[in-house]
Antibody
Framework: QLQLQESGPGLVKPSENLSLTCAVS??????????WGWIRQPPGKGLEWIGS???????FHNPSLKSRVTISVDTSKNQFSLKLNSVTAADTAVYYC????????????WGLGTLVTVSS | QSALTQPPSASGSPGQSVTISCTGT?????????VSWYQHHPGTAPKLIIY???QRPSGVPDRFSGSKSGNTASLTVSGLQAEDEADYYC??????????FGGGTKLTVL
């Protein structure tokens, strides 16, 4: 059974960078017909897709966040990462990592999510 | 890329049916048969319950069904059960590996 687990600091100061990692177990980030993505949910709000990548390096971002987002993959550790620059309080959210199909972009496996609070 | 529009809340009594709408644009919902629905109980991982507008993953009860007309997709939950009380989100492929989600609907089983 594929499992995804987010990890990273739960508290980030304004203007600093947010860094999260998603460890994948029970399957490989390499190959297949899947992308690996990040989604977030601010408190009391809906889900927002941040971006996705394919293990070979193709990366796709939400245009509203593109200039601040870096998504990367480490196939040797079977994990992928998110870096969000220059955070503000508006970036406070539960951050999820998930796998989605190449065709149709349906997210079939999700992590439990990790709350990141931006505060001084 | 704007969020898909969902009603903030919906409700029904056990055994009844409820339908949740998800309205997008001709650039997302209206252009692709790639609408998904997720069930989310707070504190847990969201669960895919419908993909490609009408398809159910293995293990999802057939009480959950999806449809689409124009720029609006719908999720119908038939024979409501207490465990169906959750937040429901739609998403749509929006071209060039872009994904847009809805704002979510809180379903209450009365």
């Amino acid at each position: 059974q594929l499992q995804l687990q987010e990890s990273g600091p739960g508290l980030v100061k304004p203007s600093e960078n947010l860094s999260l990692t998603c460890a994948v177990s029970g399957g490989s980030v390499r190959g297949g017909t899947y992308y690996w993505g990040w989604i977030r949910q601010p408190p009391g709000k809906g889900l927002e897709w941040i971006g996705s990548l394919y293990y070979s390096g193709s990366i796709f971002h939400n245009p509203s966040l593109k200039s601040r987002v870096t998504i990367s993959v480490d196939t040797s550790k079977n994990q992928f990462s998110l870096k969000l620059n220059s955070v503000t309080a508006a970036d406070t959210a539960v951050y999820y990592c998930a796998r989605h199909s190449m065709v149709g972009a349906n997210f079939d496996y999700w992590g439990l999510g990790t709350l990141v609070t931006v505060s001084s | 890329q704007s969020a898909l529009t969902q009603p903030p809340s919906a409700s029904g009594s056990p055994g009844q049916s409820v339908t949740i709408s998800c309205t997008g644009t001709s650039s997302d919902v209206g252009s692709y048969d790639y609408v998904s629905w997720y069930q989310h109980h707070p504190g847990t991982a969201p669960k895919l319950i419908i993909y490609e507008v009408t398809q159910r993953p293995s293990g999802v009860p057939d009480r959950f069904s999806g449809s689409k007309s124009g720029n609006t997709a719908s999720l119908t939950v038939s024979g409501l059960q207490a465990e169906d009380e959750a937040d429901y989100y739609c998403s749509s492929y929006a071209g060039r590996i872009q994904v847009v989600f809805g704002g979510g609907t809180k379903l209450t089983v009365l």
